[in-house]
């Protein structure tokens, strides 16, 4: 059974791990969607719009790990709330002390984890910031792109930095 779209049992945990832990705008906004927009990540948050996508294929690997990458991705989301302002790092050390709050103390900083590495031709990813995305290079970008699909949908197909592709490192 392939899964896709809003979940709103994952979104109830959600709220209430960010209730227990005094997060309230999180807890009111958060989102979790089922996407197969992502293709190797397991998963991936975006903070500004408290949503997180998750990868279908990770179903086949059981409760545990949709759990685990549910709050992998939710410590994205309470670590850049408690910045505010302030800008972090994606996986620093903001984001390790949501995950132990969130009960995954020690979490890798690897989404692909039960996923066989098969991108060896591809290694670049880069994601849109705003439909999230992914999009594989053989090499790295050299001038600012963004995504066709979004400057379609929202900007007469022509270039607006807010969907400038982002890398990102692995
Ligand atoms: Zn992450
Ligand atoms: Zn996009």
Same mark, same amino acid.
């Not at 990813?125 to 995305?133: D, T």
């Not at 066709?148 to 592709?165: K, P, V």
């Given at each position: 059974m392939t899964r896709?779209?809003?979940d709103p049992q994952l979104e109830a945990t959600a709220r209430n791990l960010f209730i227990s832990l005094g997060a309230?705008?999180?807890a009111v906004h958060v989102k979790v969607e089922w996407s197969n927009r992502l293709r190797s990540a397991a998963g991936r948050a975006n903070s500004r719009?408290?949503?997180?996508?998750?990868?279908?294929l990770l179903?086949?690997?059981g409760q545990a790990e949709v759990d685990r990458t549910l709050r992998h991705e939710l410590a994205h989301l309470l670590a850049h709330f408690r910045a505010g302002r302030w800008?972090?790092?994606?996986?620093?050390p903001e984001w390790r002390r949501a995950c132990t709050d969130l009960g995954i103390g020690g979490e890798s900083r690897c989404h692909t984890l039960p996923f066989p590495v098969l991108r060896r031709?591809?290694?670049?990813?880069?994601?849109?910031?705003?439909?999230?995305?992914e999009f594989r290079r053989t090499r790295p970008l050299r001038r600012a792109s963004a995504c066709?699909?979004?400057? $379609?949908? !929202?900007? &007469?197909? $022509?270039? !607006?930095? &807010?969907? $400038?592709?982002r890398k990102v490192d692995r």
């Open positions: 896709l779209g809003r309230e705008l999180p719009q408290y949503l997180v996508l998750l990868n279908p179903c086949a690997h800008r972090i790092r994606p996986h620093g031709a591809r290694p670049y990813l880069y994601v849109c910031p705003s439909c999230l995305g066709l699909a979004c400057c $379609r949908a !929202h900007n &007469r197909g $022509r270039y !607006h930095e &807010r969907f $400038r592709l």
